[in-house]
């Protein structure tokens, strides 16, 4: 967490969980905004260079590298307007290369982010079920 958001009125601190299962390569990465009141809540998610993104279905997207390929899940993705942006990298100075931005926006009451990366094929079945055990882990 980092208090930046603090100087808003009213105030925000932005919470960060990561959890890696590594046999089973899933990544988990919950958001919690802290605070009250209505904000424009903005978090993009910047993909390394030559990653392409495909759209499944609502909250459910497809990352390909290469011959590698990954499922992005968002948990109540209906809370978030979700767009691929155009976005770069500069590796060093002066030098830019193109990259895709996944961008989740909202405005309203705070609301958490919960996106986990999986393996494609599986993600739509076991990641989420895995999203929803770590979190519960979390809160207690």
Known sequence: DHTGYCRLDPPVTPVRLLALDKEMHRLLIADRIEGEGEHQVTVPFPLAVG???EEREVGWFRLGLDDKSFD???????AWQITIEDGWFAPRYGEKQARSVV???RDGSLQS???????AGEADKHTREWL???LER???
């Open 132 to 134: 929803k055990q770590i």
């Open 72 to 78: 992005l899940i968002v948990l109540e993705a209906d």
């Open 113 to 119: 982010l919960v996106v986990g990366i999986g393996p």
């Open 138 to 140: 979390a809160q207690d």
């Open 103 to 105: 961008q989740f926006s």
């Open 51 to 53: 990653i392409v993104v």
